[in-house]
């Protein structure tokens, strides 16, 4: 079994949309970088949010049929990314993930993940 399936068995489906909205309720209240989110349009974030990671994480492809290619790079030239950014958006992943108390072998697999991509993101 790969990572990705590991992942996926380990928290399942309800166990990623868990992280989701915990990572959205701790964003909405972010001085920093949570001004960069739709405020008329949180519920729709989370829902992309929440279907990338059960594409990435191989449970379905809802995300591709409603968005196409993820393109995360170029979805997200629009905001300006540093590393002050990106640590901060690192931290309000690892409290959620904390509070939904993902088992530290998984927490570990996925903090790398998420630390790949954030660092890639960045654009300034
Ligand atoms: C590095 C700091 C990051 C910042 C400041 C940031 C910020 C944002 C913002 C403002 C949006 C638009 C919200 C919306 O309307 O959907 C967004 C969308 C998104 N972000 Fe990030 N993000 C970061 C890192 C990441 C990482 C690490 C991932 C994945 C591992 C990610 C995945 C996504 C996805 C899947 C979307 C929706 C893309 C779509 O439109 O389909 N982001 N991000």
């Known amino acids: 079994m790969n990572n990705n399936s590991i992942i996926l068995k380990n928290l399942g489906e309800d166990g990623l949309s868990k992280i989701s909205s915990e ?17 008329d349009d949180w519920a729709g ?33 629009p905001y300006l990314i540093g590393e002050k950014e990106r640590d901060r958006w690192m931290e309000i992943m690892d409290e959620a993930m904390t ?17 790949n991509v954030a660092d890639f993101m960045r654009n300034h």
């Open 23 to 39: 990572f959205y309720k701790i964003m909405r209240e972010d001085d920093l970088i949570g001004k960069m989110y739709p405020d």
């Open 45 to 77: 974030a989370e829902d992309r949010f929440c279907k990338f990671l059960l594409f990435r994480f191989g449970a379905n492809q809802d995300y591709i049929k409603e968005r196409g290619h993820p393109r995360l790079r170029m979805r997200h030239a």
């Open 99 to 115: 509070r939904c108390e993902v088992p530290d072998e998984v927490f570990k697999e996925l903090h790398d993940f998420f630390a």
